[in-house]
Structure formats: C-alpha cells, structure tokens
C-alpha cells in the first residue's frame, strides 16, 4: 500500500492531531480560498514580511492572489495573474461537480482510511486532465499509429498514467475539498455581490496573461478582469497544451513578464 502525505498542506484530511474535535476525513471543515488567503497573511506577518513587490498566481493560484490583493492592498505592490478568473464559471463548478460525483461513487468512499475512494480519485482526475489540455493536443500526442488496433490506446494509456501517478501522492478527501474551495470562489462574495465594483476597487497594478487555447479557465474570464480592473494589462499567448500552458510555457511567460515589469520601475 502507497503511503499518501498529507498533501502539502499545514493541516489536512489526513491530519493525525485533534483540535478540540475529530477533524480527519470526511469531518474536516470546508475551507475557501479566503480562509486560505487569511492562513497566507498569519503567515506574512510572522515571518515580518511587510511588503510584497509582485504577487504571483495561476489558476486556483489566481484565485488566491485576487483575494489577497483585495485584503491587503498596501503589502502588495505590483500582481501577475494567468489563466485565472475572479470567480469560479458555471463550467468549472460543473467540472468539480464532475469529480466529486466520480469520488462519491467509490464504495470505499467516507471510510475513515487515508485511501478511501482511491478509485474515484483516479476518475475524478481523468475527468480534470479532458479540461487541462484539448482536442488538439491529444490528438497531437496521443493518437495511435496502428489504424488496425482495437484496444490499449495510447490516449487511453496516457489517462491512466496520469490517474495512478494522483492518487499516489494525494488522496480523495483533500481534492474533494479543494474541489469545493473552488466552487465558492468570488471575491464579490460578502462584498456587496458586485463583480464589476469588486474588481474596480483592485489599485494595484496587474499583468494578466491568457491562453488562447485554455478550454477550463478561457480568455474571456481574464478579458472581463481586464476591463474592469483600473491598472490591468492583458496578453494572450499561444499555446497547443491549453489551461497546462501555464505551468509549461515557462519562456513565454517570462518573456512577457519581464517585459511588463520593465515598465512599471
């Protein structure tokens, strides 16, 4: 049996300690990205940080930074955003609901055991790798060159890969919940419900960077922030790996990221 850590977190469902109650497994609180944001800034303050010169985030990343941005507005000096939005679409939520409904399918899901729903873990990750790539790039890397073959596929190999290689460094309990983070992400949330007035009242200046072939997270999330935020900039990179982009188009990005940053001394 794979030992799963605690997926690299300060506190998880898989934490052994009680604090005042039994918090392991399915009885661990819901957590949102603000409650994330809250333990970043204990944080900051602990280690004396009094400034951040340029806060950086991506995807669920993003999510973070916008909510810090908003909460501590003189600490940070200058934001990067990519591939990213100010609140979680209609079709992310449906993703993650995806997910979650694969998870709860596992009949071993809710046992108190570090790999409960193991087997809906490796679904629920099928379900995100469709949505963190494309069409394109499948077929790209993973169409077969037997026309005659009717079984094993390589896209089919490749889902698997990627299944397996999750559920050996993560468990079910701690994407369900992230999975969940997500879905209440707004910053306009407890602010007035006004997307265009949250946004306007970000002064900080901001790089935002999109992807044009981002199927999870698309351009018109990071054009909306563009337009509403007073000190943003928009760039749209091509890439053929989709929302991945951002973790894979490494000299794109710092190409352009350099370039904005040149400009703000």
């Keep these: 049996m794979v030992a799963i850590p605690l997926v690299y977190g300060s506190t998880g469902p898989l934490s052994t300690e009680t604090i005042g109650t039994n918090i392991s497994f399915d009885n661990f609180p819901t957590i949102?990205?603000?409650?994330?944001?809250?333990?970043?800034?204990?944080?900051?303050?602990?280690?004396?940080?009094?400034?951040?010169?340029?806060?950086?985030?991506?995807?669920?990343?993003?999510y973070q930074a916008l909510e810090w941005a908003i909460y501590e507005p003189t600490?940070?000096?200058?934001?990067?955003?990519?591939?990213?939005?100010?609140?979680?679409?209609?079709?992310?939520?449906?993703?993650?609901?995806?997910?979650?409904?694969?998870?709860?399918?596992?009949?071993?899901?809710?046992?108190?055991?570090?790999?409960?729903?193991?087997?809906?873990?490796?679904?629920?990750?099928?379900?995100?790798?469709?949505?963190?790539?494309?069409?394109?790039i499948y077929q790209e890397k993973q169409t077969d060159d037997d026309p005659e073959k009717i079984d094993n596929f390589k896209a089919s190999s490749y889902i698997n890969y990627q299944g397996d290689k999750l559920v050996s460094r993560f468990n079910a309990y701690s994407y369900w919940l992230l999975t969940k983070s997500m879905d209440s992400h707004h910053i306009a949330r407890k602010r007035g419900g006004d997307l265009i007035k949250t946004l306007g009242t970000i002064q900080i200046p901001t790089f935002i960077m999109g992807i044009n072939s981002d199927i999870l997270c698309p351009l018109d999330e990071q054009r909306f922030m563009k337009q509403h935020m007073p000190k943003a900039s928009l760039v749209a990179i091509d890439s053929a790996y989709g929302h991945d982009g951002f973790i894979i188009e490494s000299v794109q990005i710092t190409d352009h990221l350099k370039a904005w940053l040149?400009?703000?001394v």
Aim: glycine share 10%; net charge positive; with cysteine.
């Design 32 to 62: 949102t990205i603000r409650d994330m944001v809250k333990a970043h800034i204990l944080l900051r303050t602990h280690l004396g940080i009094d400034s951040i010169d340029l806060l950086l985030g991506g995807s669920m990343g993003g």
């Design 75 to 136: 600490v940070i000096k200058k934001m990067f955003l990519i591939a990213t939005s100010c609140s979680e679409s209609a079709w992310g939520v449906a993703i993650h609901t995806a997910q979650r409904l694969a998870i709860e399918a596992d009949c071993t899901w809710k046992e108190p055991t570090p790999n409960a729903g193991a087997k809906g873990l490796k679904a629920a990750r099928a379900i995100g790798m469709l949505t963190y790539r494309n069409y394109g």
């Design 262 to 264: 040149a400009k703000q």
